[in-house]
């Protein structure tokens, strides 16, 4: 998998990619020689990050990654577990926080009960960074105890608030709780989804906001949280994040480039062979696909052709290499088109998830491909769930045409790609504005 993951990131050229990875969590994550910053009561016990350890009145604390990331211009996700764990299902304070910090400091020194470790009250609308907060504690400007609010400057006056009473989730259950926060740095477009863990992800809180004039460039990420007189732990099992940087375009919006399109068709290509042929599949409908999102650079096409080696016939000629390999996934021997120089020696799963993403990009009708976020997710992360294949290929798409005065073509085909699709809940977010 290394040589995959050296490939993907070596076609992000000139655009960089950080990736965070943290399936459990080792107790020298925190000791000097860590890659964590631990700072007030933070600690690491049964393989999961204590944030604030139970029982202490008045606790607060900070984790940081150690190495900075960039911020803006940016796109990025992160997938955490948390579990908070009281006495009492009603009586525990205050919360945890998702932070995108200015600079790797320890919390503020007063920061512990309703700030969450995030702010106090000396560094209200000084600080610059983003919080995330997790709040399972009604303070007079809170809509209630259980709810996911956004700070930039204040923890009273968040840009973003919903309760979670509508969701059946409740922060203080003690049940494993799967967060995923997305930003997308073309939209500025934040999207938070959550879940008990074992269950499908929600989308929950959407809110736009630009990251420069609300954070530098450069920022650190991490967890805090806090208690007061009301006690409870706040604890993270699991944490992955990814960001990707974006050409300086993006920082004023617009439409989105072909940054990653080229990113599968290379791994593909470098993996497997058929019939002594390989496919580039940036030729003929993908180099049409890719030259109506954004211009296609000579030294891609380039980086395409060294990696596969060899060009082969088009992907609706007769026994293409795209035909082949869904011959072989249709009888269950996917792994029969590996190229024979690897001689074995590969991670038989990591190269079917490879081999299954190729394929579902590959569909007919483009709008069922995935989303290239979503291919991003699952070379970077190997938990997350890939997208389902039909049991056959699906046939070719088919415009159907009406009359001259109609614009809009017909689409039909014969078997469906299906997404993973993500539930959402009506819209019942108090959304404030961003003054940033």
């Not at 469906?416 to 404030?432: I, K, N």
Request: charged letters at 20%; proline letters at 5%; glycine letters at 6%.
């Amino acid at each position: 998998m290394s040589v995959l993951v050296i490939l993907f990131l070596s076609l992000l050229s000139p655009a960089s990619c950080f990736n965070i990875s943290f399936p459990v969590f080792d107790p020298g994550s925190c000791s000097g020689g860590g890659n964590l910053i631990c700072m007030g009561s933070v600690n690491i016990s049964n393989q999961s990050l204590i944030i604030t350890p139970d029982p202490t009145i008045n606790a607060f604390g900070r984790v940081l990654y150690q190495d900075p990331m960039i911020a803006w211009p940016a796109s990025f996700d992160t997938t955490f577990t948390i579990k908070i764990v009281n006495s009492s299902a009603s009586l525990g304070a205050d919360g945890m926080a998702f932070v995108l910090a200015q600079n790797s400091n320890p919390s503020p020194s007063l920061s512990f009960g309703s700030y969450m470790g995030i702010f106090d009250q000396t560094t209200e609308g000084v600080l610059r960074q983003i919080a995330i907060e997790f709040d399972t504690f009604k303070n007079e400007y809170d809509p209630d105890d259980n709810h996911i609010a956004i700070n930039t400057v204040s923890v009273e006056k968040p840009v973003a608030v919903r309760s979670l009473n509508s969701t059946g989730i409740n922060l203080k259950s003690r049940r494993e709780i799967t967060v995923k926060i997305e930003y997308d740095g073309w939209s500025k477009n934040m999207q938070i989804s959550v879940a008990h863990v074992g269950e499908p992800l929600v989308s929950f809180l959407n809110h736009t906001m630009r990251m420069k004039g609300s954070v530098p460039s450069s920022v650190y990420v991490g967890f805090t949280g806090a208690t007061g007189t009301l006690l409870e732990t706040h604890q993270v099992l699991s944490w992955n994040f990814t960001s990707v940087e974006l050409p300086k375009q993006s920082l004023g919006g617009g439409k989105k480039r072909a940054l990653l399109i080229i990113v599968i068709p290379t791994v593909l290509c470098s993996m497997f062979s058929c019939n002594n042929c390989c496919y580039t599949i940036c030729e003929k409908e993908y180099l049409a696909e890719i030259c109506t999102i954004g211009r296609l650079r000579h030294k891609n096409l380039l980086q395409l052709q060294v990696v596969c080696g060899k060009r082969s016939n088009g992907i609706m000629e007769e026994n293409n290499l795209v035909e082949c390999v869904w011959k072989l996934y249709e009888k269950g021997e996917l792994l029969d088109c590996v190229d024979e120089e690897l001689e074995g020696k590969y991670d038989e799963t990591q190269v079917r998830r490879s081999l299954l993403v190729g394929l579902a990009c590959l569909h007919p009708d483009y709008t069922l491909r995935p989303r290239m976020r979503k291919v991003v997710h699952i070379f970077m992360n190997s938990d997350e769930p890939l997208m389902s294949l039909p049991a056959s290929r699906p046939l070719s798409v088919c415009l159907l045409f009406g009359s001259s005065a109609s614009t809009t073509p017909n689409v039909t085909y014969s078997t469906a790609l299906y997404r993973g699709h993500t539930e959402s809940f009506p819209d019942e977010t108090t959304d404030h504005d961003d003054q940033l």
